[in-house]
């Protein structure tokens, strides 16, 4: 099993143009694909998943070659639930992908009878990106460090809410840690959307979120809300001033990145998906595309093939269901 670690030193310096990847057919030559693409992206329009996978999208397309189209649909509900539900049962003949996600994993295990499983419903094509999440309170909070939220939580239990897009989402999850680790009692109120985060927070309805950095850092640099802490195991390059909390609290179980890829439906075939896989490992080849994830503070993290993104996938199931136990986290 890779650990992350060694995951990461691998993906630094992956390029699909070192790894001999088949020249692509051209996409009137009759092979796939021969009509649009979609992808369904199961977070809300404006947010980091969804800005990244669009810009995505339009080199993906480019990489096929002339005439071919990807398009990005969002379909936003329960947590990503409706969007993975969806997917799951289409036709699996790969023109319709989801931007799966940590928080498909996660909420599988929270809430069991969902209608999809990550791993055996899905035929997974590959990773894109690993992303943390940023502690953040409003601009003007009396929270300067993580400290003092914490010691204000301590003080008053039950009076701090943090906002997340949704249960199960990454902002959840990072949040019930932050609960469990500093023994806290605060309120979860999740929206529809990452897009609603900081609203809430200026508005005075929640007064810390989790969101993923894509989603936080234009925040931040716009003055709306001030980073307390990340979530990766090491300081953000675009943040190197901000502690991660694996430093403040000196434990690794509190490096929580969220990260996302491609999958199909499970019975997709396999030249199909490994299509879209060197597809995409080639479209990710692109400087601009590369320099736009690394700068809202996501790595990009191609898989070395689809069936080693299962296998992270199951890893990190395992790794998952632990803290939601310890977590008592439950729909």
């Known amino acids: 099993m890779t650990t992350r670690r060694e995951f990461h030193r691998r993906v630094l310096g992956l390029g699909a143009a070192g790894l001999g990847w088949p020249a692509l057919a051209r996409a009137d030559d009759g092979a796939f694909p021969n009509r649009p693409i979609r992808i369904i ?9 969804d800005v990244l996978t669009r810009k995505m999208a ?4 480019a990489t096929f070659g002339q005439g071919s189209f990807v398009v990005v649909e969002n379909v936003v509900g329960a947590g990503g639930i409706v969007a993975a539900q969806n997917v799951a049962r289409m036709a699996p003949d790969g023109y319709n992908l989801l931007l799966g996600a940590s928080s498909h994993v996660v909420q599988k295990l929270m809430e069991p009878d969902v209608k999809f499983d990550p791993v055996r419903d899905f035929a997974h094509v590959t990773r894109t990106a690993f992303t943390p999440s940023i502690l953040v309170v409003r601009a003007d909070s009396p929270y300067k460090t993580i400290g003092d939220l914490v010691a204000a939580a301590q003080r008053e239990p039950g009076k701090l809410n943090y906002a997340s897009g949704g249960v199960g989402s990454a902002a959840h999850l990072c949040g019930a840690a932050l609960a469990l680790q ?4 605060v309120v979860h109120v999740p929206y529809k959307g990452s897009v609603e985060i900081v609203p809430s927070i200026m508005m005075g309805s929640t007064q810390y979120a989790f969101p993923i950095a894509s989603t936080a850092i234009p925040q931040i640099r716009a003055g709306k809300v001030r980073a307390l802490a990340v979530t990766s195991v090491q300081r953000m390059k675009a943040l190197p001033d901000v502690p991660t909390l694996v430093e403040v609290f000196n434990t690794p179980d509190l490096a929580l990145d969220a990260w996302f ?3 199909a439906p499970a019975a997709t075939p396999k030249a199909v998906v490994d299509r879209l896989f060197h597809a995409t490992a080639r479209t990710y080849d692109d400087a601009a595309l590369r320099a736009d994830t690394e700068a809202v503070g996501g790595l990009v993290a191609l898989s070395r093939s689809p069936a080693e993104f299962t296998e ?5 199931t395992v790794k998952f269901r632990k803290l939601v136990k310890a977590a008592h986290l439950s729909t």
């Not at 992270?312 to 990190?316: D, M, P, R, T």
Request: zero cysteines; hydrophobic letters at 55%; charged letters at 20%.
């Open 41 to 49: 992206v199961p977070f809300a329009a404006g947010g980091g998943p």
């Open 312 to 316: 992270f996938i199951e890893a990190e």
């Open 182 to 185: 500093a023994k806290i009692d």
């Open 261 to 263: 890829g491609l999958w």
């Open 58 to 61: 339009v080199k993906l397309a």
